[in-house]
């Protein structure tokens, strides 16, 4: 396998590998926030601020993965 | 029965023209880049101060844009304000109130009056040149029309959560003094070995916080940004109609996820900034 090859198939299995565990979070995250409104639906306002807030936090793991793999690509 | 009979020929005749697509042979092949539409050439070529090149280019345009836009509604709404508001007065108010409930209000404990400017600024700037990056303007290669937008450039996020970093520890330390600031990084009760690692720790965790606040958006509009340009682009790639129906329509609820995205990335950058301000505002003993 050529190094060109090699970058192609690190960015392809970084951004999938990567992606793995966020997607997990994120289910786990949401399920569990639209678990606690359904139970208790008149603090849904500050529940949904802070599942905003954890979204944003796990979702970045997978942008660092996507990163990665353009530096892969483009740069390395 | 007339109606339904309508639709039915229509979903046929509909159904009979993606089938003579699908066989028509395609166009010429066209060479296709992504991330060409991200490389950022000076329009105005300006001379160089140092190493700090002060050339106009696609990114800075945008900012003067998103800063006029933003200028202009605030001036607009601020001479006119009508206790029945019209449309765009509720728009603005509606924003406002986004950002002094959920945003300041929600997260910081103290001091929200003076805070709120500049997290209010964060989320109009971030929310208003996130949107206006959804909107084809003549700066593309060759003054085509093209989608780009300032936060899809790192050193435009960067920038911004710089200010988010100064303004964390100049609120830390205004409140608190420097050492008392410091201290409160780690629980007093900790044992003083532990202590050093701690704050060594925390420091650390704080430079990061930077990276992930400006990588986050960043990332975030230009996945965005490329999806829809492939998107825009893979019928060029595929050479066949029947595939270029199905992606543009894909596109356009790309181009509606998008907008989604563009807002939420908003909300999340500001009420990051937010929080981070009051956790160095707020420290748990």
Known sequence: MDAESAKLLAAGISMGVGSLGPAIGLGMLISKALESIARQPEVSGEIRTDMFIGIGVTEAVALYAFVIALILIFVA | MKRRLLIGLYLVAGLVALAILAFLPGGARA???????????????????????LSINKAVIYLWITTAVLAVCAFIISRNIKPVPSRFQFVMETLYELARRSIVGAVMKSDQASWFPYIAGAFFFVLVSNLIGLVPLPFAENHQFGFYAATANLYATLALALCTFVFTHYAGIRKHGLVGYVNGWVPSSAPPVLRQLMLLIHAISEVFRLVSLSVRLFANMLAGHSILAVFFAMALIFQNYLAAVVLQAGSI??????????????FIFAILSAVYIGGALDQEE
């Open chain 2, 31 to 53: 060479q296709f880049d992504v991330l060409a539409e991200f490389e950022l050439h000076p329009i105005i070529k300006l001379p160089s101060i140092g190493p700090v090149d």
């Open chain 2, 253 to 266: 609820i790309i181009y509606l996820f998008e907008i989604f995205i563009a807002c939420i990335q908003a």
